[in-house]
Structure formats: C-alpha cells, structure tokens
C-alpha cells in the first residue's frame, strides 16, 4: 500500500508538470495542428500513467480523470475549444482544476447546462417530469458505506450481487465527482454544476445518458465527438434531411466512443485484453436510444408518451439488465469487483477511526 501510495504521488505531480507545460508552453503556440502536435506528449503520459498503478480504484479514477477526459479537454483546447479555452486566459489553479477533475463551472454560455432542456420537459402536458428525490452528499456516502458493509459476494445469488454493484456503482462515481467539486468549489470559490441529475428517475434513454447520468462526461462527449460527427452528417445530407437524420451517426458514433473508452479504463483495472462486451453495451444503448428518439417523435406527434411512472421502471430496468449482462461482467470476471469493494473498505475503516479518535479528543 505504501508503494502504490508513493505511485500515486508520482502521477499526478507528472500530472501538474504537464498541465503547467500546457499552460506555459504549448498554450502559447497558435491554436491548430501545431498546438495539437506540441500536446503529443502530454496525450502519451495520461495514456500511460495508469500502468503505474495497480489497485483497482486509484488505477481507474486515474484513467477516467486523465487518460479520457484530460486528454478530451486538452483536444478541444488545441483548437481553441472546450472548457480549458477562454479569453482572457483562466489562472493555472482553474485552469489546472478544470483539466484535472470533472467539473463544470455553472451558467457558462458556451457550455449550456441540461437544466434549459429541462424546464422545457416540466413545462410539456406530455413530456412531465418525475416528482424529485434528491440525495445529499452524507446520505450517499452513508449508502454507500451500508451497501459496501453488507455486500457478500460469496453467499448471496449473483444477480442480487450485480444488481447491488449498479448501486455501489451509482454512489461511487457520485461521490468521487461530488469531492471534486467539494475540493474545487473550496479551494477557488467558484460554484460547479452538479455532477449528476438522479439518474434514477431517468424516464427514457435520452433522459438518462444525456440529463441525468454522469453529466460531466456526456457534455465533453458532446462537444468532442456530438456536434463534430453531426456537423460532418449535416454536409453530406440533403437540406431536407438535416434535421431528421444527421443526429443519427452523431449519436452512435459518441456512444461508440465512450465504449471504448471505459474498454481502456477496465483494461487498466484488469490488465486483460478486452472481450468488447463493453463497447457492445454502449453500442447497444446507443442503438436503443436511435431507435427511441424515432418511437418518441411518432408518439408524441401523436399526443401520446409514456407516463413518467411507467417508462422510469423500463428505462432503469433497461439499463441494469444490460448493465449486469455487458458492462459488469469484465470487472467480475477478474476479480476487480472483489478488489474495488475490499478498498473502499479500507477506506471506510480509516475515515471511521479517523472520526473515533476526532470524538474521543473532543
């Protein structure tokens, strides 16, 4: 543990090197190809990096942060794009924090939030939102911790245990993106979207991979793989199939590419050469949600949509059905689940004895 700590230090000081080079350097030279290219080596180092870790969780909040979204972020800055792009320049902490951790600075015009689209589902006679249920942060780590405590993986039936794994899942990256924002809102006084939108009154695919689920992720998918993919589908069609048809390959190719993705992630957590059911679920899903989007413009031309009490059980029913048949299984298979769980049990010990001794000093 004290040698995976010392990996850990390692890491993201080449982190911070890198993204002061960023800053410094490369951000300097005009944005473009040359940009692109004086990043080469930065793109290498958060692709690498994870390798030097081999816990499950470290290891993979590592490739999450870095290997994908740094990487996302830091693509779009080299055309003078994305979060990490302003003028004038954001200070290094911001623009470090912004680079390093999920976050998303509220009410930014050039990265509108899901809370327009949302008001315009409120405000629908067809489209009516669920009522609200929000968790705050202690509940979801107080969950988290009962779930972890309870969890027994060897005596209870597999599918309790998968289906108990999309809620430790849920809690997890829920919490993780939430301490980040703790960490920045804090440290820098800015105040941050939240990282997700109770996922779980999710009443059609759209709502959830697009407005409810892990937001931060969906709005740099958006901008690196969405609009340019759509842009591209928009010149090649005809002016009356623009709007009917473009979104279509936007949407399958951005879901391709978060399969892959989470592929990379898994394998640095596993180091076993992917089987692809991941990206088949995000293949799946993305299918699933074409095939929506069009059921959807039918119904509702026609007046007519699901009640928010039906379609959020199918669409949650959906989600971890395919969840436990595609996207957990790689992390069961080999052991990561077993390894992810016996950590955060580590962890919950030390923030609990951590918290006797605070009581018992008091």
Same mark, same amino acid.
């Given at each position: 543990m004290e040698g995976e700590l010392k990996n850990l230090i390692m890491v993201w000081l080449i982190v911070l090197a890198s993204l002061c080079y960023t800053y410094f350097i490369a951000s300097k030279i005009p944005k473009g190809k040359l940009r692109l290219l004086s990043l080469i080596p930065v793109f290498f180092l958060f692709t690498i990096l994870p390798l030097s870790l081999t816990t499950v969780l470290p290891t993979g909040i590592t490739a999450f942060f870095m290997t994908w979204l740094a990487n996302f972020k830091l693509i779009l800055f080299s055309f003078g794009l994305g979060p990490l792009s302003s003028d004038p320049p954001k200070s290094l902490p911001l623009f470090i924090s912004i680079a390093c951790f999920p976050i998303k600075i509220k009410q930014n015009d050039k990265y509108p939030s899901h809370q327009n689209t949302q008001k315009h589902i409120n405000s629908s006679p067809i489209l009516k939102a669920p009522p609200k249920l929000s968790l705050n942060f202690p509940t979801k780590v107080l969950l988290f911790a009962l779930l972890v405590a309870a969890i027994d993986y060897k005596h209870v039936h597999p599918t309790i245990v998968l289906g108990s794994y999309c809620c430790l899942l849920y809690f997890l990256v829920d919490i993780v993106l939430g301490l980040c924002n703790a960490i920045v809102r804090a440290t820098l006084g800015i105040?941050?979207?939240?990282?997700?939108?109770?996922?779980? %009154?999710? $009443?059609?695919?759209?709502? %959830?991979?697009?407005?409810?689920?892990?937001?931060?992720?969906?709005?740099?998918?958006?901008? $690196?793989?969405?609009?340019?993919?759509?842009?591209? &589908?928009?010149?090649?069609?005809?002016?009356?199939?623009?709007?009917?048809?473009?979104?279509?390959?936007?949407?399958?190719? $951005?879901?391709?590419? &978060?399969?892959?993705?989470?592929?990379?992630? %898994?394998?640095?957590?596993?180091?076993?050469?992917?089987?692809?059911?991941?990206?088949?679920? %995000?293949?799946?899903?993305?299918?699933?949600?074409?095939?929506?989007?069009?059921?959807?413009?039918?119904l509702l031309a026609r007046g007519c949509w699901l009640h928010w009490a039906v379609a959020g059980p199918l669409t949650i029913g959906f989600v971890v059905v395919t969840a436990n048949w595609l996207f957990l299984p790689p992390l069961v298979r080999n052991g990561a689940d077993i390894k992810a769980i016996e950590e955060c049990k580590v962890v919950l010990k030390l923030l609990k004895d951590k918290m006797l001794w605070t009581l018992k000093s008091l």
């Open positions: 105040e941050l979207e939240l990282p997700s939108n109770e996922p779980y %009154f999710s $009443t059609s695919l759209q709502d %959830f991979w697009g407005r409810r689920w892990n937001l931060m992720v969906t709005n740099v998918l958006r901008y $690196t793989i969405y609009k340019p993919i759509r842009s591209i &589908s928009e010149t090649v069609l005809v002016k009356q199939q623009k709007q009917k048809w473009a979104p279509l390959p936007a949407v399958l190719v $951005t879901f391709m590419v &978060s399969g892959l993705m989470h592929e990379l992630i %898994f394998f640095y957590v596993t180091r076993v050469n992917p089987m692809w059911e991941v990206t088949c679920f %995000f293949v799946l899903h993305g299918v699933c949600l074409v095939v929506e989007l069009w059921v959807k413009n039918v």
